[in-house]
């Protein structure tokens, strides 16, 4: 068995996923990037070494490739530059809710894993929750899956609490 972890990152071909990736491969990390992006990625040094295309709403159908996952970095989102915020369900469905169904999906999967090495899950919300973003529906959706972190966090500890 490799010691070598496993990193997943959502949103890999953007700014920081591109920075992340490049310090975890520096490190001999073997890096999963997860993308929507339809451009064809090449793999390099510093990119990750295994490309994965996904859709919102179909994250469940990432399961397999999660399998493989000890860190799961959720980094993806979107920032919509308009003076509109005429999108703001979009900025809800991708910077919120898309990570609150990869975060289900990866617990369930490592409650499931009889691995030595514990699975970890890191969350990029966004400097939003310490001050105001430009864009209100960028500052509402990074700060929601904050709080729903918050909350499912709250579930787990009064459930195992009761048992």
């Known amino acids: 068995m490799s010691n070598v972890k496993t990193i997943g990152i ?3 071909s953007g700014s920081l996923g591109k920075e992340l990736t490049k310090i975890f491969r520096q490190k001999e990390y073997k890096v999963i990037g997860f993308t929507h992006s339809k451009n064809n990625h090449e793999i390099n040094n510093e990119s990750p ?7 919102c709403g179909k994250e469940f159908l990432l399961e397999e490739h999660l399998k493989k996952i000890d860190i799961l970095i959720l980094n993806h989102g979107i920032y919509d530059v308009s003076k509109k915020n005429s999108n703001y369900e979009n900025s809800i469905e991708i910077n919120a809710l898309s990570k609150l169904k ?50 499912k966090k709250n579930l787990l500890d009064n459930k195992s609490k009761k048992n």
């Open 49 to 55: 070494n295994e490309w994965i295309g996904w859709q």
């Open 102 to 151: 990869f975060l289900t999906l990866f617990e369930e999967i490592a409650i499931k894993c009889n691995s030595p090495i514990a699975k970890e899950i890191w969350i990029n919300t966004s400097e939003a929750e310490i001050m105001p973003a430009l864009n209100p529906s960028y500052e509402i959706s990074k700060s929601l899956i904050g709080q729903l972190v918050s909350f």
């Open 10 to 12: 959502t949103g890999a």
